[in-house]
């Protein structure tokens, strides 16, 4: 008796299912990065000590809520926040420029009601100076990406050279808020920055400064001074969570030795 042979089965795999592996994976990257954390890269010096251009960071989503700052490519086009609380004074916040595209991280220093001032270059929290104490000074390997930038010929501190390398030197203090949250800042010299009126925080707004308090445009500068100005809580994308990568900008896409010896292996895994 003739028997009816089966149909070869199909060979798995093929375009369609590595498409689908591929669209799966967008899925989960676009849910990651629009609800969980989300990578920033530090371009400036305005967080100096605690930051360094290089540093990559992964920042959080999800402890402030979401809104359409905080959705990638623009996603969302709601107003408002949903979700979440409200931030601590302290974080480190990353969020979105008022009137550009463009990220920032700084530090939130008022809350809305707050009455916030510089004296002298220390920093009044409603009528109470917040101690500033004076510690070792800051020494920043000078490297490709990180050179000793000083906002004035007259801030700048004589280099310090060990073992046949050099460093940036900047004066360091300690900073403690209410609360005692703590922090380091940098005090390059007497600028504008160190003297300003008190300036009471409105509803939903935050009052941001960076911890490299002469080389920072931030709270203190209004936007037409290419400062942030108050800024609107719908604007906070996230806190810094961790730094996960870090590079002194010396590697090169053409020398691949190069992309392993320019890592700062010893700045990953700081937090916040």
Known sequence: MATTKAPPKKAKGGLAE????????????LILRSFVVAPFVIPSGSMLPRLMIGDYLFVAKWP???SRY????????FDGRVLGQEPERGDVVVFRYPSSDEDYVKR?????????QMRGGQLVLNGRAVPKVRIADYLMPR????PCRYVAPEAALPPVVENGETFCRYARYRETLPGGRSYEVLDQWT?????????TIPEDHYFMMGDNRDDS?????????DGVGFLHRDRLIGRALIV???????ASWTRPWTWFSAARLERVGRTF
């Open 143 to 146: 490297t490709p990406n990180s």
């Open 64 to 66: 402030y809520g979401f």
């Open 108 to 116: 939130l220093i008022g809350l809305p009601g707050d009455r916030v």
């Open 18 to 29: 590595t498409t689908r592996f591929l669209l799966l994976l967008f899925l989960f990257a």
């Open 244 to 250: 996960f990568f870090s590079t002194d900008g010396s």
């Open 70 to 77: 905080s959705m990638p490519f623009g996603l969302g086009g």
């Open 191 to 199: 600028g504008e920055g160190d003297d300003t009126p008190v300036i």
């Open 217 to 225: 445009a931030d709270s203190r500068y209004p936007l037409d001074r």
